[in-house]
Structure formats: structure tokens, C-alpha cells
């Protein structure tokens, strides 16, 4: 694996990160009103750089070896691997464990726009490294958010300093997609609370305390009456709860991924018993863009490795690189990265307005994205992985090239966190939701503000205009085939639709999630180039893409179901004795 500077070598990184994010807006809300921003930069610039080099050259090195040994089972204790914790251990003596728990208690205080791109510079080096080093600021960001000043005291600081390992549980064997079916059960027992019921597929559970997911308030249903509950894996010495196995995967083969076992388990409360729901969502949402951005480290590291291939395989007396089929792949996965890394940022900056200033369009605008960044950032990320592969010819499948290892951990993206298809149902409700809204922007430039409001100059502006048009057509035959069998007065009528009306938009989700996705990034890519005129080839090649898409979708949306409803009616009436 190329080994050197993760962050400085890196030219579409230093990019952005020196001509393109708002600094101006992001320092003042996170040092204050009269911070230096250029001073501030440059700091952060200097904290980037160090975990650049760090991970760049140490983590880097090991990670064959860290994806090779595994996890560690022996004699039914599961453990993370010695390379693996020697990562940590580098980066939490760099001060870099918890870069964005708040300075207060011990961590970085960084805003998540910085974080953003130290995590995709670990996720370049080593996917398992990233997910586990993830657990000590996801758990953190819930106890911050939610915990009371005695649980903030006890836990932050050891997780800043990497001395403590946290993991989220929300998953169970019968509850997948489906988190509302859960059953794990918390019962107030004198003065604290038992946990009983099982998790399943828990990341980092091997670790210090789990923060549960579980069913506090009796008789609720759904995603009702939940709450969320810390519980230390032991107490004074006995074990409080039991890591049953770590399951034996392929992707991110380092990270425990754990079932968990609570049995009469002694937690505590983190915020209010009923609201676990609400607040776990928050932290879900952050993550989501943490997938997004996992998969752009992924995407990087096969990039380099393809693109150095690339250069020096020769094949009928060339570079494979100058056949045109190669050549238009290192160009496609150039441009998804680039896009996704405009995506990603524009979504953390949102992000940072949303935490520190707590802005309500920021917000609203996050929303959308995230669905994207979290599809985009998974399915586009293996095709990217594939392709490096597929570049490498036969050596792409031999362990000792690494492309194998980028394609298979990059499989895990579209699973965790809510799968690529939750993603699209729930990109896609939204989008129905604002069309029903306001059925008038159908004739205009569509639902979404955000997309309606950008205009581009040239051929990527026309392109852009053009994938845009698309998508507006497809939900006005979308509309007009729920007018027809609803009649007009029902899409006035703005009341919920049913799951049987829904249909059609929940069949083609995924596609018009694929041409909203592009879109966005068409967007970014041209906003981008708008302000560095040397970005111009790549927004012309993201926006074009983006046309072939929408235009695409645009045809399969508008040829019908393809018999799929006739399907699912044979199998219920199979189901029904
Ligand atoms: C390596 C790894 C790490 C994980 N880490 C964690 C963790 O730390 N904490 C945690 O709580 N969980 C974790 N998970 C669990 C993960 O979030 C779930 O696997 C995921 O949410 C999907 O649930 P499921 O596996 O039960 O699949 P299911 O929900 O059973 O889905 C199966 C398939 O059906 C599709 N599907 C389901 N419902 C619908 C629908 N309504 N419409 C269309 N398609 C649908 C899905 O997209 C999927 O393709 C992890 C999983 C893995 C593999």
C-alpha cells in the first residue's frame, strides 16, 4: 500500500480543505464571534496533517496484517488484534481519540467539518482501524447530548483519552431494518434499571460499556416507550453482561462485530425513558454520514492503488491506462470521488451549523442530503472498488495487491446504518412528502428547494438543467398515475397515503434515489468549479452523469412495474390459509 502524508498528499483533499469549505462561517461558531479564522485553520490544518502523517505511514503498514489476523478469539474471549490496538493506542498518544468530544472533557473540540476528513484519512489507511476508533465518539456524542454532567464526567474524558471503549446496540436477531420490533426489555429494580433481551451484530462490543436500545415503558409498541440505558461490561470485576461471539466476516474482518446477551444487566438511564428513539436517530444521522464518509476513504485508497497501476502495466506496448475502456474508469472514479467528497463536506459544514447554532434550514437541508451521502457513499463506493479491481487484472484478486481487501470492506456500506434500501425509502418519503406538498413545483423545477434553486453556465449547467428536468418528469408520472387511479381530488386532499398508493414511489426508490444522489452531486461539482475554474472538467463529467442517469431511471420508471405487484399479491395469497 502507498504509504506517505494521508492528508498533504492528497490534492483534491488540500483543495478543498485550503480554497473551498467556508472557514469563515464554520470558526466563529465553533471558537467564537471574535476567533482568528485564519490562525484557527491553520491550526486545524497543523492537527490534520500530524494524523495524516501518523496513518499515512503507521497505520497504513499494518493494515494487511490488521485485515489478515482478525479478530482475536481465544478461549471464548473476544479481542481486537495487536496491530489494531497499537493503531489506537498511536492515535490516542497524538491526543486523536476523540477529536470532536467537546475540549471541556478532554477531547479535540473539533468541529465535525475537521473530523470529517481525519476519519476518511484513518478509513483510507485501514476500514477496520476507522469503525473501532468510531467508538469512542459515537457513544460519546450520545452521553454529551443526552447524559446528565455526572455521566459526561465519568465517561468523556476516558473516551478522549482512549482508555475506555464504548458500542451502540440498537440491532436484535428479529430486529433489523425493522428497529420498532425490538424486544429487549429495561425494568426499573430499586434504584437502577435491568437489562434483558439479546443484540445482535454489534460493532466494537467487545469494548468497555454498551449504550442499549431497549423497551422501558410497558406495553409500548414500535418505535414508542423506548429509552436508551449505559451498562458497563463488568462490575467490581463480574461480568454484567456477555459477549456471546464475535461473528466470523469478510468485511471489516478486525472489528468484533458481537452478539450481546443482557441477563438481569444493571444500567443506567441516558436521558429521559420513552424519548431513546428520538435521540438515537440523532446519532444515526451523524453516522450515516459517517458511512459516507468511510466509503470515500475506501474509494481513495483503491483509487491510488488504481491509478498507480494503472500507470505502469503495460499491455500492447502502452500504459493500461492510455487504452481508452481503462482510461474511462480511472476518470469515473475520479469523478465519483471528487463528488462525494464535495457532498460529504457540504453535509458536514451543515452539520457544524446544525450543532453549534443549532439553525433550523441547516437542518432541513442536512435531511436530505444525508440519505444521499449515505447512499451514494456505499453503492458508488464499490462500483469504484470493483472497478480498481477489474484494473488490476488477475493481480486484483491477489491479497498481496490490497484492491480485494477495499472491494470487500466496502461491501459492509450498504448494510450498516440503514441499508441503501431504508436509505432510499426514506429519501424518497421525503421527497413525495414536499411533491404532495406543493404539486405546482412539478411544472417548475421540482420538489426540492435546494436543487430548484441552482443554475450552472455551459454544458454542465445545460446537463445539469437537463438530469434536473428528468427527475421532475418521472414524479409527474408518478403523480399523475396516483391522480388517475385516485382521482385529482386525492392529491389535493394532502391526507397520508396508504402503503398500497405509496407503491409505485417505494418500487422505484432506489432509482430516484440514484438521480437524486447524482443530481446533488452534479450541484456540488459546478458550485465548486464555479469558484475554481480549474474543477471545470469534473463538474462536466459530474453532470453529465448525472443526465445519463436520471434519464435512464426516467425510462425505467416510466415502463412500469415489471409484473413485481402481480408477484407480491401470489405470495400473500399464499401466505393467507
Ligand atoms: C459488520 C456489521 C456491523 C454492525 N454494527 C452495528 C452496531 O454497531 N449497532 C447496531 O445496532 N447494529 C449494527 N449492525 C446491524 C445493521 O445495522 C443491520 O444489519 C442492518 O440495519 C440491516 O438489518 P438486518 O441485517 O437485520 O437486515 P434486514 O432488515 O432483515 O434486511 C434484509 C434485506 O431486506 C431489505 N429490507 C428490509 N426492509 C425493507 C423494506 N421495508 N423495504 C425494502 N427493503 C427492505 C434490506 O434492505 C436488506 O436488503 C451491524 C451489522 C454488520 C453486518
Redesign the pocket.
Known amino acids: 500500500m502507498k504509504t506517505g502524508n494521508y492528508f498533504t498528499d492528497n490534492e483534491d483533499l488540500i483543495a478543498c480543505f485550503d480554497r473551498l469549505v467556508p472557514w469563515e462561517r464554520i470558526v466563529p461558531l465553533v471558537e467564537g464571534a471574535g476567533a482568528d479564522v485564519a490562525e484557527t485553520v491553520s491550526t486545524w490544518r497543523e492537527i490534520l496533517s500530524l494524523a495524516g502523517r501518523y496513518v499515512g505511514n503507521d497505520v497504513a503498514s499494518r493494515a494487511a496484517k490488521v485485515d489478515e489476523l482478525g479478530v482475536i478469539r481465544e478461549g471464548g474471549r473476544v479481542d481486537m488484534n495487536e496491530p489494531l490496538k497499537e493503531n489506537l493506542r498511536g492515535l490516542a498518544a497524538l491526543g486523536l481519540a476523540g477529536p470532536s468530544i467537546p475540549r471541556e472533557y478532554g477531547g479535540g473540540g473539533l468541529p465535525f467539518t475537521v473530523s470529517a476528513i481525519f476519519f476518511e484519512v484513518i478509513s483510507r489507511a485501514c476500514a477496520s482501524t476507522q469503525v473501532q476508533h468510531a467508538f469512542y465518539t459515537a457513544p460519546a456524542a450520545l452521553i454529551h447530548r443526552f447524559g446528565s454532567e455526572d455521566q459526561r464526567r465519568r465517561y468523556l474524558p476516558r473516551l478522549a483519552r482512549g482508555e475506555l471503549m464504548g458500542?451502540?446496540?440498537?440491532?436484535e436477531p428479529q430486529a433489523?431494518?425493522?428497529v420498532g420490533a425490538l424486544t429487549t426489555a429495561a425494568t426499573q429494580e430499586g434504584d437502577h434499571w435491568c437489562l434483558r433481551g439479546r443484540k445482535q451484530?454489534?460493532?466494537a462490543g467487545s469494548g468497555d460499556f454498551v449504550i442499549v436500545l431497549a423497551r422501558c415503558v410497558p406495553a409500548s409498541r414500535g418505535l414508542d416507550g423506548l429509552g436508551l440505558f449505559i451498562a458497563d461490561r463488568r462490575i467490581d470485576g463480574n461480568e454484567n453482561y456477555a459477549v456471546e461471539r464475535a461473528e466470523h466476516?469478510n468485511?471489516?474482518r478486525a472489528s468484533p462485530?458481537c452478539a450481546l446477551s443482557f441477563d438481569g444487566t444493571r444500567a443506567e438511564l441516558l436521558g429521559p425513558a420513552g424519548d431513546g428513539w428520538k435521540e438515537i436517530l440523532t446519532f444515526m444521522n451523524e453516522s450515516r454520514v459517517g458511512v459516507g464518509i468511510q466509503g470515500l476513504g475506501i474509494a481513495q485508497a483503491a483509487f491510488e492503488a488504481a491509478r498507480a497501476y494503472g500507470a505502469q502495466r503495460v499491455q500492447m506496448g502502452r500504459p493500461i491506462r492510455e487504452h481508452p475502456l481503462v482510461a474511462e474508469m480511472l476518470l469515473d472514479m475520479e469523478t465519483t470521488i471528487a463528488g462525494l467528497r464535495a457532498l460529504i463536506l457540504e453535509a458536514a459544514v451543515l452539520q457544524d451549523r446544525v450543532l453549534f447554532a443549532k439553525d433550523e434550514r441547516a437542518s432541513r437541508e442536512l435531511r436530505e442530503l444525508t440519505p444521499l451521502v449515505k447512499w451514494y457513499g456505499a453503492e458508488e463506493v464499490i462500483g469504484v472498488c470493483r472497478r480498481a479491481l477489474q484494473l488490476h487484472g488477475g493481480y486484483g484478486v491477489v491479497t498481496e495487491y490490497e484492491v480485494e481487501r477495499h472491494l470487500r470492506d466496502s461491501l459492509?456500506l450498504p448494510?450498516?446504518?440503514?441499508?441503501s434500501?431504508?436509505q432510499s425509502?426514506m429519501a424518497v418519503k421525503d421527497l413525495m412528502k414536499a411533491t404532495l406538498a406543493r404539486p405546482r413545483s412539478l411544472v417548475g423545477r421540482g420538489p426540492s428547494h435546494v436543487l430548484a434553486a441552482a443554475s450552472f453556465d455551459g454544458q454542465a449547467g445545460r446537463d445539469y438543467a437537463a438530469a434536473r428536468g428528468a427527475l421532475v418528469r418521472t414524479l409527474r408520472g408518478l403523480v399523475a398515475g396516483l391522480a388517475r387511479r385516485r382521482g385529482l381530488d386525492f392529491v389535493r386532499s394532502k391526507r397520508e397515503l396508504s402503503e398500497e398508493e405509496q407503491g409505485p414511489f417505494l418500487l422505484h426508490a432506489e432509482r430516484l434515489t440514484e438521480s437524486l444522489a447524482h443530481l446533488h452531486v452534479a450541484r456540488v461539482l459546478c458550485e465548486q468549479a464555479r469558484r475554481l475554474p480549474e474543477r471545470r472538467h469534473l463538474a462536466e463529467r459530474g453532470a453529465r452523469r448525472a443526465r445519463l442517469v436520471a434519464e435512464r431511471n426516467a425510462r425505467a420508471i416510466g415502463s412500469g412495474d415489471g409484473g413485481v405487484f402481480e408477484r407480491i399479491a401470489a405470495w400473500r395469497s399464499d401466505r393467507t390459509p
Open positions: 458500542a451502540v446496540a440498537m440491532t433489523g431494518s425493522d451484530f454489534i460493532s466476516k468485511v471489516i462485530t459492509i448494510i450498516y446504518e440503514g441499508t434500501q431504508i425509502l
